[in-house]
């Protein structure tokens, strides 16, 4: 067995922290990039440990950050009131242009199951009736679209 | 860029420790000697730098004997810093700081610098030769000196009040002048 040699995880924050609050900030928004940070930050320390080289250590942190991102977006759409809906939306809850930007490289289909998914925040028998597809291959075009965002950054 | 905001940073690591996620914690303590390094592990300081050696040296010498998940913190060390500062302004003794000597890996070295930790309080001082009998081989003087030269944890393991019996200060890993500013601290530089 080989014993994987990580560096001090403080020394990756200080070297990575900044860029990593700018990744953030593009993908959620001044308002939530420091929460962002932070919860990716204690994911990535929880991890630390398990990972099996130490390669590539930047783009892991990238991967990390904006995992945490979209699951701090799931969680505030499902944190707005579902009762007394506004007439007009209101957006202050998400950066829609973020979460645009975000997806904006992906391919037409791509970004629709995870408009259908995060933004509407359909469940999955859902995003697969709104395209016609199976539930099966709904998960599997929301799933197969996260991991290409997370493959391509840091961009 | 901006850089993360100290309070993000303290949030970490304070929300890290409560999780216990962290095999050590470090702090940057400002002193008249100097800015120190000071790194503490679950079971007490393990090691402190003075600021001529590259923390990222020292924080990956921790990691390779308790883990990488180091993290910074002052608050977390908050009892560690005090003690200190207060030392520097005269006042009490860091040996009340528990220590954990997991850096040194020789036995003897850390029979010696556990006598000195335990016996050798402020304002007292001993030669190489009564701290190797104190720690099992009063012939290994010697070795008693390779200890203290390589102790991990100086100021809060006293390696500054070894003399040598021939007289003088004798030397310190962190530069004489340092011992000597220990010393004269302590009320007992030689004459």
């Given at each position: 067995?080989?014993?994987v040699v990580?560096p001090?995880f403080w020394?990756l924050?200080?070297?990575?922290?900044?860029?990593?609050?700018?990744?953030?900030?593009?993908?959620?928004?001044?308002?939530?990039?420091e929460?962002?940070?932070?919860d990716?930050?204690?994911?990535?320390?929880?991890?630390?440990?398990?990972?099996?080289?130490?390669?590539?250590?930047?783009?892991?942190?990238y991967?990390?950050?904006?995992?945490?991102?979209i699951?701090?977006?799931?969680?505030?759409?499902?944190e707005l009131?579902?009762?007394d809906?506004?007439?007009?939306?209101?957006?202050?809850?998400y950066?829609?242009?973020?979460?645009?930007?975000?997806?904006?490289p992906?391919p037409d289909?791509?970004?629709?199951?995870?408009?259908?998914?995060?933004?509407?925040?359909?469940?999955?028998?859902?995003v697969?009736?709104?395209?016609d597809?199976?539930?099966a291959?709904?998960?599997?075009?929301?799933?197969?679209?996260?991991r290409t965002?997370?493959?391509?950054?840091?961009? | 860029m901006?850089?993360?905001?100290?309070?993000?940073?303290?949030?970490?690591?304070?929300a890290?420790?409560?999780?216990?996620?962290v095999?050590?914690?470090?702090?940057?303590?400002r002193?008249?000697?100097?800015?120190?390094?000071v790194?503490?592990?679950?079971n007490?300081?393990?090691?402190?730098?003075?600021?001529?050696?590259?923390?990222d040296?020292?924080?990956?010498?921790?990691?390779?004997?308790?883990?990488?998940?180091?993290?910074a913190?002052?608050?977390?060390?908050?009892?560690?810093r005090?003690?200190?500062?207060?030392y520097f302004e005269?006042?009490g003794?860091p040996h009340?700081?528990?220590?954990?000597?997991?850096?040194v890996?020789?036995?003897f070295?850390?029979a010696?610098?556990?006598?000195?930790?335990?016996?050798?309080?402020?304002?007292q001082?001993?030669?190489?030769?009564?701290?190797?009998?104190r720690?099992?081989?009063p012939?290994?003087?010697?070795?008693a000196?390779?200890?203290?030269?390589?102790n991990?944890i100086?100021?809060?393991?006293?390696?500054?009040?070894?003399?040598?019996?021939?007289?003088?200060i004798?030397r310190y890993?962190?530069g004489p002048?340092?011992?000597?500013?220990?010393?004269?601290?302590?009320?007992s530089?030689?004459?």
């Open positions: 067995m080989t014993t990580l001090p020394s924050v200080e070297a990575h922290g900044d860029e990593l609050l700018a990744h953030a900030r593009r993908l959620t928004g001044e308002q939530h990039a929460d962002v940070v932070q990716a930050l204690l994911r990535a320390l929880r991890a630390y440990p398990r990972l099996r080289h130490a390669d590539h250590l930047r783009a892991w942190l991967r990390v950050t904006t995992t945490a991102a699951d701090a977006h799931r969680a505030r759409r499902r009131p579902t009762d809906v506004p007439a007009v939306p209101t957006h202050d809850s950066d829609e242009g973020a979460f645009e930007a975000l997806i904006a992906l289909g791509a970004r629709t199951a995870l408009r259908l998914r995060f933004v509407e925040d359909l469940d999955y028998e859902a697969a009736d709104r395209l597809i199976s539930a291959a709904a998960r599997q075009r929301v799933s197969s679209a996260v965002l997370r493959e391509r950054l840091p961009a | 901006t850089p993360l905001p100290d309070s993000l940073l303290e949030a970490v690591a304070s890290a420790v409560r999780e216990g996620l095999d050590a914690v470090f702090t940057r303590l002193t008249p000697i100097g800015r120190l390094l790194v503490q592990g679950e007490g300081i393990v090691r402190v730098g003075f600021e001529e050696e590259p923390e040296h020292v924080l990956a010498e921790v990691a390779g004997h308790l883990g990488s998940r180091i993290v913190s002052d608050s977390e060390l908050a009892l560690t005090d003690t200190l500062e207060a005269g006042e003794d009340a700081l528990p220590v954990d000597l997991a850096l890996a020789a036995p070295r850390r010696v610098l556990e006598a000195l930790h335990d016996d050798i309080l402020a304002g001082v001993v030669t190489y030769g009564a701290l190797a009998e720690a099992g081989n012939r290994a003087y010697r070795a000196a390779t200890a203290c030269a390589r991990p100086p100021i809060v393991v006293p390696c500054h009040r070894v003399l040598p019996s021939s007289g003088g004798g890993g962190g002048e340092r011992k000597r500013a220990l010393l004269e601290l302590e009320g530089l030689p004459a």
